[in-house]
């Protein structure tokens, strides 16, 4: 772990009630190595009522490689800020962690949201020595900003799906959905969030922000398949989607990719359940709007030398192609049941 001491800044001003002790009430919680499987994995939304304080993320730096297996490719992107929190009692027992979004411009698709959406979480934070430890389970869910509809291919296929009873793509509750799990252990889905920046490469100055974050942690996790819809025209549709998104994201969610991130956190505060309650929701809801967000946008990708990534100038070619061999393969069956959608509706209203 390293350090997480942090300048103290005069103006932050931590609000009083902390009591602290969970991180202590089992020794096995403790560093170097903390053991946090004593505790459940709780649904992230199920114990609202019980939060007291909050750290807010106002920096989630993300770092992958564009190029799997290539170090120098290695990008580093700041996702949408202060939309991630942790949330926890006065004690310091974890209940619920809010998780970034980002989006992604895509030549054929337009915008696209991603977000990774926490399913389990368990863990402690300690004010008085700026550390925390969690254990999560999350997956990366990826969709169609309502701007994309300015495509007239999306506006057709958005049309075809929904005229098919077939679910496409349009919202958070239809997103595609790319499983996670464990670096290395493709078995295991729960990952841990731990104290400090991450070790496994350094990060420039431009990700790093130890002169205004009360502390920081990190996380580290791996891509694995997107789950299947059990629909061969959707599972083909989402399959072409994500390799779009990740043409145009320099492989961020590619199955193997190793995406790892870390938080930096403002001064702990008081929690507002209400608030606590809807604010993913006021997020997407912006996000979705004008592909940006309430307190400004994060970051375009950059490699250590501050060198924009830049998608391959065959991307475009290369996802019109893909596209062409999709409504080559699908098209057919989707106009057809189109059709006879049509012919039945109007066979019921002469009836």
């Not at 001003?13 to 902390?18: D, M, N, S």
């Not at 057809?336 to 959608?341: I, K, L, T």
Request: some cysteine; overall charge negative; aromatic content about 10%.
């Amino acid at each position: 772990m390293r350090s997480t001491a942090m300048p103290v800044d005069p103006a932050a001003v931590v609000p009083p009630g902390w009591v602290g002790g969970f991180a202590q009430s089992d020794p096995a919680f403790a560093y170097p190595e903390p053991d946090l499987s004593s505790l459940p994995l709780l649904g992230n939304m199920d114990n609202i009522g019980l939060l007291q304080r909050q750290q807010a993320v106002l920096w989630p730096e993300f770092s992958w490689l564009t190029v799997p297996g290539d170090p120098a490719s290695r990008a580093f992107q700041m996702f949408a800020p202060d939309i991630s929190r942790v949330g926890y009692t006065d004690a310091g027992r974890i209940y619920s962690v809010i998780c970034p979004q980002q989006g992604v411009v895509s030549p054929s698709f337009g915008a696209l949201n991603v977000e990774v959406s926490v399913t389990g979480q368990r863990g402690w934070v300690d004010e008085t020595t700026r550390t925390l430890a969690a254990d999560m389970t999350v997956e990366a869910k990826v969709w169609f900003s309502p701007s994309a509809k300015q495509s007239p291919v999306v506006r057709l296929l958005w049309t075809l799906f929904a005229d098919n009873g077939l679910l496409f793509p349009a919202d958070k509750a239809r997103a595609i959905r790319v499983s996670t799990h464990r670096s290395g252990e493709p078995t295991e889905p729960v990952f841990p969030v731990r104290a400090g920046e991450g070790t496994a490469f350094d990060s420039p100055s431009f990700a790093q922000h130890h002169d205004v974050a009360w502390t920081v942690g990190n996380v580290e996790v791996e891509i694995g398949p997107i789950a299947s819809t059990g629909e061969a025209v959707v599972d083909d549709f989402n399959h072409l989607v994500m390799d779009v998104f990740n043409r145009s994201s320099g492989n961020l969610l590619t199955p193997g990719t190793v995406l790892t991130w870390n938080v930096w956190f403002t001064e702990p505060a008081i929690v507002d359940q209400q608030e606590w309650r809807e604010h993913a929701e006021k997020w997407r809801e912006s996000i979705d709007a004008d592909h940006g967000s309430p307190d400004g946008p994060g970051t375009s990708p950059r490699y250590f030398d501050g060198t924009p990534f830049v998608a391959s100038a065959e991307t475009a070619q290369q996802e019109t192609e893909a596209l062409a061999d999709y409504l080559a393969t699908h098209m057919p069956t989707l106009a057809a049941s189109r059709r006879e959608a049509a012919r039945t509706r109007d066979a019921a209203g002469l009836a």
